[in-house]
């Protein structure tokens, strides 16, 4: 047979081989494409919290869908304020996809937002001046500004002790975990005594907080506590100046708190100038039952702790503790008292049951 009659005949058979499979590929699909392109995965957010200048103590919801993601991929959310920072904690990188492909966490504040989709063995930076690209274990990358929030924020108020004082709605992540803010949770009875509560709603503990609506400066500040000698020990009650703008000095924080972190055991009483890491800026002790009166006397360069048995009387102190802090301290400008009663998130005995503190009286002597 003719070598070139056979190749003849291959290429005519080849040729419409070709021609079918174009046909069938055009018929089905609009064309043979690589199949993987189709299923690219992509990030969808469906709530973005408002555009806001970061900081600590301000944290919000963010949600959003994944499509085409893999098992056991991950979502990993950066918050920007200045540079990048990872959320909700740099110690809590990662975001569960649920089943159904959608994904939800807390964040502080930002001016934009990040989702990064990412593989199961994926270490995330905790900060980043520039967000990062898809490759080395990124799948996927999307941005959003935050929402401009053009309906003002109603803020709710209070009257305890003769000044005006707003209640907290918005979330936390003081106690190393969310904490979320109910303003029920807070209100004065027929005495004038302030109430504290934590109490639980939709399956999740609501705590309180109430702060000045003006700084007062240097003085003495007392405030009479009924007992809070039987608080759990992951609930945290707190008396403390804070300044939301100056972050630099640690915004002017300075702290009496009711708390046993976590762990029965510990201590129940602290005297703090922030940061607390610094060994000496901690005075711990054991606080006795019954009311008690604590104070602090803030002047230049120095302040005394102090806390007194009952109810104090002019001429008579009974001084169960005093501690002075001369390092560190801040000098007033923006800071206001904070009154809040919260959960701490770490620790051997999570919280167990509802808990109300109240505050009978807060005076404030130049």
């Known amino acids: ?81 200045g540079v990048w920072w990872v959320q909700p904690f740099a110690d809590q990188p990662f975001t569960k996809i649920e089943t159904d492909s959608n994904w939800k966490s807390s964040t502080h504040y930002g001016t934009e937002y990040a989702a990064l989709l990412v593989e199961p063995d994926y270490l995330p930076l905790p900060r980043s001046d520039t967000l990062p690209l898809p490759g080395n274990g ?22 305890f002790s003769g000044y005006e004082w707003k209640i907290r709605t918005n979330t936390s992540d003081r106690g190393a975990t969310i904490n979320y803010f109910d303003s029920a949770n807070a209100w004065v009875d027929a005495n004038g005594f302030l109430h504290l509560r934590i109490a639980k709603q939709s399956e999740k503990w609501t705590c309180a907080e109430i702060s000045l609506t003006r700084s007062l400066g240097y003085g003495k500040y007392n405030f009479v506590v009924s007992d809070v000698s039987q608080l759990e020990p992951a609930a945290v009650f707190s ?27 510990n201590q129940n009483m602290q005297f703090v100038i922030q940061p607390y890491y610094i060994p000496a800026n901690v005075a711990r002790f054991a606080a006795p039952p019954g009311v008690l009166t604590h104070s602090f006397d803030w002047g230049p360069g120095r302040v005394k702790f102090k806390m007194i048995k009952g109810k104090v009387e ?53």
């Open 138 to 159: 990124i799948v996927a990358v999307e941005s959003v500004k935050g929402e401009q929030n053009s309906t003002p924020e109603v803020v709710k108020t209070l009257n």
């Open 314 to 366: 002019r001429g008579k102190e009974q001084v169960i503790t005093e501690h002075s802090f001369t390092s560190g301290i801040p000098a007033p400008e923006g800071e206001t008292i904070h009154l809040n009663l919260y959960v701490f998130g770490f620790g051997k005995n999570p919280l167990q049951k509802e808990t109300e503190i109240i505050i009978e009286k807060f005076e404030f002597l130049p």
């Open 239 to 265: 008396m403390f100046t804070w300044d939301d703008l100056e972050a630099d000095r640690n915004h002017r924080e300075m702290d009496i708190e009711v708390s046993r972190w976590g762990d029965p055991a």
């Open 1 to 81: 047979m003719n070598p070139e009659l056979v190749n003849r005949g291959s290429n005519k058979f080849f040729t419409k081989c070709l021609f079918f499979v174009i046909i069938v590929c055009s018929v089905l699909g609009g064309g043979c494409r690589n199949p993987q392109s189709a299923l690219q995965p992509s990030i969808i957010f469906t709530k973005i919290p408002p555009a806001a200048d970061g900081g600590p103590d301000k944290v919000g919801t963010i949600e959003g869908t994944v499509t085409n993601a893999r098992p056991g991929q991950q979502i990993v959310l950066y918050a920007k304020s």
